[in-house]
Every structure is written in structure tokens, then in C-alpha cells.
């Protein structure tokens, strides 16, 4: 494989280098990071672009530019990517660009609703950063996660659909029968509609040293930090079906993979659970907590509780990956829609919320099954009730239901 032509020059600690690297791994671009704590020429190269100074991430291109220290936006645009939107004016505005985001605009956008969508990370959602989907239907050898989302993107384009990426939406409100949609570069959209197809976050676990040492050691994607890992032991905790399946993923670079349950066995699928036992390179320690994250500059290790007798014990690991589950992205819309109690947004059979005219599919609507293809299944769904409801807006028919 051809080595990537992007270079970023960072060290594991680094906050700014780490959020870097999450922006490559949310566009799914390939780059090469450089640790000048260890790499003497990488630290060199870097002083001699910064006059003598130790700045990181130094980030260095194809085309032989660099950036220094660049923010998102800044990288958003040297990687080319769409941050504005062409119009100011939509029929449907869609935010989040997972399997429901996306599935509901190439519905709408098929049918003439002007449809844009504003995606904060990568086009995809959780599904485009899965490793492999092996059960979304049509794809009888599984896809890539990766290949799921750009597929998904291309057919979207294909009907019109604008896509925004690495562009956040920051508020959702109400003005007459406008919804109105702002962005975190000061950008303000109107729609008839909007879908809130956000999904979920990963949940962490609140202990000693796991802010410390996010991203030199603690880890919640093993698709985007896996790789980092070759040859060495690493921990993951949970006990679900994304903690097996990651773990599987994790044995390809790692020497050693421990899941560590607090429950008695695994909660995964009996599928899952089974590959995982089979594994030779995968041990399940049960009734453990982990307590703290360990380490000098990088996690070192893992201190554990078990779960029955108090005891606390300390595991050697590389890296430590946390799969406990997920939290809806619903932070911008919480004054806005009604939610459960576990802050899942609920709408009515037609997936609209208590809101006129403000939609929610997907893992972030309450009661959603957390599957790729239910998330589109729900996108279709939820298109076509939008059509219902902007097509009157839209004509100018008195008996529209905006208000
Ligand atoms: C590790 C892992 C493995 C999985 N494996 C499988 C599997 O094998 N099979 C399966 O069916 N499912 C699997 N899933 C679940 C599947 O990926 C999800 O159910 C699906 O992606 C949900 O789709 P969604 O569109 O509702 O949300 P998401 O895919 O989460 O997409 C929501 C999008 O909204 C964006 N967003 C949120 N807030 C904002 C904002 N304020 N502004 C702009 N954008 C915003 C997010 O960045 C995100 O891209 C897996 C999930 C994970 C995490």
C-alpha cells in the first residue's frame, strides 16, 4: 500500500494532535503520524518549519504546504471539503449524515424537496466508522464501513443532495413557519423542515485518568486508534455487542486483547459471544470494573475492582478501548423537543417530534433499535412524512400545518 501523502507531526500526549487525528479518521483520509518524542528527524523537521520552535501538530501535505497547529476549520478547507451551504433557503434541512440522515435525503431530494445536510464529523455516521457491517441488507459479504458510507453519499449526491461536512450545527429554532438552523461558523439556514437524524455518542466511564490520558491510551473507536496498537496488550471494557466485535477487530494488530465485563458473562449476541471465545487472542475477565487509568505519559495499566469482593488489582495494557454504550447527540435541541428519560428524543408514528414540523430518526429518536438499517428504514420513514408536510408548505396551500 502506497505510504499517505499527509504527515502529521505530534506526540501521543498532545490535545491539539489528537483532535487532529480524529478530524483524518472522522473524513476517513489516510495520514502518517510522525511521534517526535521518539522520532529525532520528525523533531527536527518540525523545529526547522517552525524557526528552531517545538510547535505541534506540525501537519505536512502532498503538495508540500503545511499547516501549523490548524483548526478544523482550517483543515476542512485544505482537504476541500463543502462547510457552506450554497443557499440560505432549503425545503428540508437534515442534520447528521449517518444511515438515517442520509437515507431520508436521497428520499427527499428524489422527489424535488430541496434537501440539504450539515454533518459536524464525517459523512456516515457511527456506520461509516465501523469496521465492517455484516448485516445491512444487500451486501451478502458485509461492507466496509468506509464503502457503506461513501456508497450512501454517492446516491444522495446523485439526487441533488447538498452535503455539508466538519460543519456543526449549534442551534434549532422555531421563527413563524421557518425552522431555522445554525452552524458553529456563524452560518444561518431556513427551512420548511428538519430532521434531526443526530445519533448517538460513546459513553464514558468517569474514572481516575480518563480525561488524562484520552487519546494516549484511552480510546473509544478501535477503527480510527486501533493500528496504533500492533503487537501490543490492550483492555477493552464493556461486555456488549460492540465491545466483542471490537475486540475481534483489535486482535488484527494487538498481541493480546482483555475484555473486562462487570457483569458474569458477556451481554453480546450469542454470535458475537462465540467469536469471541474462539478467539485465541481474546481473554473475558467477568465481575470486574476498571477503577482508574494508569501511567506516566501514556497509560500503562488498568486498575480493576472486582465486582463481588472489593478486591482491586492492576493490569498491565497499552491501551485500554471503552465500548459501555451510547448517549443520544442531543444537546443542542434539549430546550427545544421532548426526550425520555434517558434523553432519547420521542416523537409521534410519523416520527415527528412535539414539534411541528421538526423530525427525529435513527439512534437518537427514543426507542430506536441502535441498527444501521433501522436508522435508514426510519430515514425512508420519516421522508415520507416530511414530504406530507412541506409538499402543502411548499405550494402555498392554505391548510399547511406549519405554526
Ligand atoms: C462500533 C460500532 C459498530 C457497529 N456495528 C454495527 C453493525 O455491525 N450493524 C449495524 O446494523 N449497526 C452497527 N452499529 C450501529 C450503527 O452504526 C448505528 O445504529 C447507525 O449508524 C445509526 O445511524 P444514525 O444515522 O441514526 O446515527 P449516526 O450514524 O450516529 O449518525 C449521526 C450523525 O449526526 C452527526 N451529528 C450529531 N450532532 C450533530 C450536530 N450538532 N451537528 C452536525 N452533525 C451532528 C454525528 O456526527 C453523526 O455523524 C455499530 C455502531 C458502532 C459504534
Given at each position: 500500500?502506497?505510504e ?15 483532535r ?7 473524513q ?5 503520524f ?5 522520532d ?6 518540525v ?17 508540500g ?16 471539503l463543502?462547510?457552506?451551504a ?36 464525517g459523512v456516515?455516521?457511527?456506520?461509516g ?9 444487500g451486501f ?22 447538498e ?5 456543526e450545527?449549534?442551534?434549532v ?17 431556513r ?16 474514572i ?9 491510551g ?9 493500528p ?25 494488530f ?13 451481554s453480546?449476541s ?5 467469536k ?14 476498571p ?12 486498575a480493576?475492582?472486582?465486582?463481588r469482593?472489593?478486591?482491586?488489582r ?8 471503552v ?5 443520544p447527540?442531543v444537546?443542542?435541541?434539549k430546550d ?9 428524543i ?6 415527528q417530534t412535539?414539534?411541528?414540523?421538526i423530525?427525529?430518526a435513527?439512534?437518537?429518536?427514543a ?17 415520507l412524512a ?6 402543502p408548505l ?6 399547511a400545518?406549519?405554526g
Amino acid at each position: 500500500m502506497a505510504e499517505p501523502d499527509i504527515v502529521l507531526y505530534g506526540t501521543n500526549w498532545c490535545s491539539d494532535c489528537k483532535r487532529s487525528k480524529k478530524f483524518f479518521g472522522e473524513q476517513r483520509v489516510a495520514y502518517k503520524f510522525v511521534d517526535v518524542d521518539s522520532d529525532a528527524e520528525g523533531l527536527a523537521l518540525v523545529e526547522r518549519i517552525n524557526d528552531g520552535k517545538h510547535v505541534i501538530p506540525t501537519i505536512v501535505f502532498g503538495d508540500g504546504s503545511n499547516l501549523v497547529e490548524p483548526s478544523n476549520a482550517q483543515l476542512a478547507a485544505k482537504l476541500g471539503l463543502q462547510t457552506t451551504a450554497k443557499c440560505q433557503f432549503y425545503d428540508l434541512i437534515i442534520v447528521g449524515s449517518g444511515p438515517a440522515g442520509l437515507t431520508a435525503s436521497l428520499y427527499t431530494a428524489r422527489e424535488g424537496i430541496e434537501t440539504l445536510v450539515i454533518e459536524r464529523g464525517g459523512v456516515g455516521g457511527q456506520a461509516g466508522v465501523t469496521e465492517r457491517l455484516d448485516n445491512f441488507p444487500g451486501f451478502p459479504e458485509g461492507v466496509t464501513g468506509a464503502d457503506f458510507a461513501d456508497r450512501l453519499r454517492a446516491q444522495a449526491e446523485r439526487f441533488g443532495v447538498e452535503i455539508l461536512s466538519a460543519q456543526e450545527v449549534t442551534r434549532v429554532s422555531i421563527d413563524g413557519q421557518y425552522r431555522v438552523v445554525n452552524t458553529a461558523d456563524g452560518g444561518e439556514y431556513r427551512a420548511w423542515a428538519v430532521l434531526l437524524a443526530l445519533g448517538s455518542t460513546y459513553r464514558r466511564l468517569g474514572i481516575e485518568g480518563e480525561d488524562d490520558f484520552l487519546g494516549a491510551g484511552v480510546h473509544f473507536c478501535a477503527t480510527c486508534d486501533g493500528p496504533f496498537y500492533r503487537g501490543q496488550d490492550v483492555v477493552v471494557v464493556g461486555g456488549g455487542n460492540s465491545a466483542g466485535e471490537e475486540s475481534i477487530f483489535l486482535t488484527k494488530f494487538a498481541n493480546k486483547v482483555t475484555i473486562v465485563t462487570r457483569d458474569e458473562h458477556l451481554s453480546a449476541s450469542k454470535i458475537v459471544a462465540e467469536k469471541v471465545g474462539e478467539n485465541a487472542k481474546i481473554e473475558v475477565v467477568t465481575n470486574a470494573s476498571p477503577v482508574a487509568f494508569k501511567g506516566k505519559d501514556h497509560l500503562d495499566r488498568v486498575a480493576l475492582k472486582d465486582t463481588r469482593t472489593g478486591e482491586e488489582r492492576e493490569l498491565g495494557a497499552a491501551g485500554v478501548f471503552v465500548f459501555i454504550g451510547l448517549s443520544p447527540n442531543v444537546g443542542m435541541v434539549k430546550d427545544l423537543v421532548k426526550m425520555d428519560n434517558l434523553g432519547f428524543i420521542t416523537t409521534d408514528a410519523s416520527l415527528q417530534t412535539n414539534v411541528p414540523g421538526i423530525f427525529a430518526a435513527g439512534d437518537v429518536r427514543a426507542g430506536s433499535t441502535k441498527q444501521a438499517a433501522s436508522a435508514a428504514g426510519e430515514g425512508a420513514a420519516a421522508a415520507l412524512a416530511i414530504r406530507r408536510y412541506v409538499e402543502p408548505l411548499a405550494s402555498g396551500m392554505p391548510n399547511a400545518e406549519a405554526g
